[in-house]
């Protein structure tokens, strides 16, 4: 498929990105750039516990410049996936 095609999004109904190990490769500029290409809600909260504590993906969800309601809706996103 083609980059830019409408039916992009449509591909990519089921996929998801998360936030572990952002802290060690990415700056919390990335966040905003990410969100806004796929939306928040398509962002889970990932830690990669036990190889990262989990402070340092808050620490870094808190300085992306997300909105707070978009850093709520990242924390929140995997209760549903789970079933909780």
């Known amino acids: 498929m083609h980059v830019g095609r409408a039916r ?3 591909a990519l109904e089921n996929v998801y990105f998360d936030t572990a190990a952002s802290p060690s490769l990415y700056g919390p500029e990335e966040d905003p750039v990410v ?4 939306g ?6 990932g830690s990669d516990y036990s190889l990262m504590d989990h402070s340092k993906v808050l ?4 300085e992306s410049g997300l909105a707070k309601l ?4 990242i924390l929140a996103n995997g209760l549903p996936l789970l079933g909780l």
């Open 59 to 62: 620490a870094y969800l808190a």
């Open 35 to 38: 969100a806004r290409l796929v």
């Open 8 to 10: 992009v999004a449509e």
């Open 70 to 73: 978009q850093q709520q809706t």
């Open 40 to 45: 928040v809600e398509k962002i889970l909260l």
